[in-house]
């Protein structure tokens, strides 16, 4: 039997390779790379915006909320929370 191309015997994957490499960390430094995260200019002025779009309203029951926590006086009702958990249950 007659065996063509025998060269890949042994063979290295050259995408693992080029991917082991870029582990290897830099003289004077110790482990591997870190991830690194960056926000656009854009994204940051939407998150800005977001803050901004609180209405009277909305602020008004967010104080009433905390008032009424701070009091002791904040009724939960179990019968709706057990509703919403059902679904999850199931």
């Not at 609180?54 to 009091?71: D, F, G, I, P, Y």
């Not at 939960?76 to 509703?83: P, Q, R």
């Amino acid at each position: 039997m007659k065996i063509n191309d025998n060269g890949r015997i042994g063979a290295v994957n050259p995408y693992k390779k080029a991917g082991d490499s870029a582990f290897v960390p830099s003289a004077g430094k110790k482990g591997k790379a870190k991830d690194q995260v960056e926000i656009s200019a854009e994204a940051k002025e939407l998150l800005g915006a977001q803050g901004a779009v609180r209405t009277e309203a909305h602020s008004q029951r967010l104080e009433q909320l905390k008032s009424s926590v701070a009091s002791g006086t904040y009724y939960v009702d179990s019968g709706k929370i057990a509703e919403k958990l059902l679904p999850y249950l199931k």
